[in-house]
């Protein structure tokens, strides 16, 4: 099992930054890729970032690209989400997920998510 615990959601005006930790425990952080996907209200998760397992490379869904930056702290266990110039579209609850390594996108565990509101 893995555990995860988001933290950084909150309100902030379109253009703004916000940044989102992920705090992971139980099994060992390092191998899992990691990522981040969101769910807005009425719409279906969508995927949004990832970071392999050593830090090397990344995957960005086209409407952050630019904006989101993924990164990852073995040593703590944890994964962050550097969000920039933020738009009233990334209004979401953003979850935090332990991605299977052979893939970039089958979750085996998920956090319990953190809201993210962008006003205009």
């Known amino acids: 099992q893995v555990q995860l615990e988001e933290s950084g959601g909150g309100l902030v005006q379109a253009g703004g930054s916000l940044r989102l930790s992920c705090a992971a425990s139980?099994?060992?952080?390092?191998?899992?890729?990691m990522g981040w996907f969101r769910q807005a209200p009425g719409k279906e998760r969508l995927f949004v970032v990832a970071i392999t397992r050593s830090g090397s490379g990344t995957r960005y869904a086209d409407f952050v690209k630019g904006r989101f930056t993924i990164s990852r702290d073995n040593a703590k266990n944890t994964v962050y989400l550097q969000m920039n110039s933020l738009k009233p579209e990334d209004t979401a609850v953003y979850y935090c997920?332990?991605?299977?390594?052979?893939?970039?996108?089958?979750?085996?565990?998920w956090g319990q998510g953190t809201q993210v509101t962008v006003s205009s």
């Open positions: 997920a332990a991605i299977n390594p052979a893939t970039w996108t089958r979750v085996d565990y």
């Open positions: 139980g099994r060992t952080f390092s191998s899992y890729k």
